[in-house]
């Protein structure tokens, strides 16, 4: 079926914001809204799920948003269309204006990239489990970084040990600063879903995972806010470290040469770039967010990196343990609760 005056279907345009739903977002709140109009799709910010004290100025909501549009402009190319994409069309203020458009302007058949990365969108999730201990490949940190490359942002592998070591103390820290944060607490655990059918927010479930005991480099956000695992005793620690194989992820560090809204926008682009193609190449990934959450710690995790621009996410990238069950993916609201306007022809 065709929409008036325009060559997108009314099944394009659903399956294109449903894919964008399926993007990451901060704390699993999926802060976009869709709207139809004059052959165009049009994304927003919800700010009723803005997150203010963990995110004040947007930013990683904006990442967010970025995300869900890169997801939707791939699904609309790997059905054949031609996409022109507008940046901030009303200015950069997102709290009145539109973040972004989608116009479609023709057809042209998808590259094979764009079709690998569309079939990716719905196996994509989040892993905080454990990886296996197999390090990250030359070859595969080159085309995770030609990823962000493509959507105009760098991306930077910290390999040096000194950057490794500064990265988890800094993890760490920022863990215990909002542990010891009643407003980011209470944030938190708002979004923290006892119902495993709600549709949006971090289930209990995967909010317990995230605190069990376990050996690991680099310290996952705890989204029990401490009350969900019991601290390992000093010989079980011990005992794990003796025995369980230690993972040793790849750590990206993905940035932009400014940190206005469209470079917070292209840095969500990159971000869904680099996960979807992560997920073609069999690797598992999760972000270590925690220490962006906090002005200082950000600038500080830049400065590891030695170059210039701003930080906007850290990724921690490995091999999932193929004898794991496989991951409960987290929930998404339906199409009809984020896209406006849109009538059959
Ligand atoms: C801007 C941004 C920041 C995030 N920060 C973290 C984080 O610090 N720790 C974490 O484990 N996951 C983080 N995530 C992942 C989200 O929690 C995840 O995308 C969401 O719960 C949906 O799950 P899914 O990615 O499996 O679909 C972040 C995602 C985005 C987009």
Redesign the pocket.
């Known amino acids: 079926m065709v929409t008036s005056g325009t060559t997108f279907t009314v099944e394009q345009v659903r399956a294109a914001v449903g894919a964008g739903s399926?993007?990451?977002?901060?704390?699993?709140t999926q802060p976009w809204r869709w709207r139809f109009r004059d052959e165009t799709l049009e994304l927003s910010a919800d700010l009723t799920r803005a997150v203010p004290v963990i995110?004040p100025d947007h930013?990683?909501?904006l990442?967010?948003c970025g995300?869900a549009l890169l997801n939707s402009w791939l699904s609309l190319r790997a059905a054949g269309l031609d996409v022109e994409v507008g940046e901030f069309p009303d200015g950069p203020d997102l709290t009145t204006g539109r973040l972004a458009t989608l116009t479609i302007i023709g057809h042209r058949p998808p590259t094979e990239d764009e079709i690998r990365l569309a079939e990716a969108i719905t196996s994509?999730?989040?892993?905080?489990r454990p990886f296996t201990p197999a390090t990250l490949p030359a070859d595969e940190v080159r085309k995770l970084r030609h990823a962000a490359e493509a959507e105009g942002c760098w991306l930077a592998v910290l390999t040096s040990e000194d950057a490794r070591v500064e990265l988890s103390v800094l993890l760490a820290r920022a863990d215990w600063i909002q542990h010891n944060d009643p407003e980011y607490q209470a944030e938190l655990a708002s979004w923290v879903r006892d119902d495993p059918q709600a549709a949006d927010?971090?289930p209990r479930t995967?909010a317990l995972s995230?605190a069990e005991p376990r050996t690991e480099e680099f310290q996952?956000?705890d989204?029990t806010g401490g009350t969900g695992g019991e601290p390992a005793s000093a010989e079980e620690a011990a005992e794990r470290a003796r025995t369980e194989p230690v993972e040793r992820p790849g750590v990206l560090v993905l940035g932009t040469d400014a940190d206005g809204p469209t470079d917070r926008l292209r840095a969500?682009r990159a971000?869904a770039r680099v996960?979807l193609t992560a997920t073609v190449e069999r690797l598992a990934t999760?972000?270590?967010?925690?220490a962006?959450?906090i002005e200082a710690s950000r600038s500080l995790v830049h400065s590891l990196t030695g170059g210039t621009g701003l930080t906007?996410?850290?990724i921690r990238v490995g091999y999932p343990d193929m004898s794991a069950a496989p991951?409960t993916?987290?929930r998404?609201r339906p199409v009809s609760d984020v896209l406006e306007h849109l009538t059959d022809a």
């Open positions: 399926l993007a990451p977002s901060i704390h699993n995110d930013r990683q909501l990442v967010s995300a994509r999730h989040t892993d905080r927010g971090i995967t995230s996952t956000r989204f969500g971000l996960l999760s972000p270590l967010g925690q962006l959450d906007q996410m850290i991951l993916p987290t998404r």
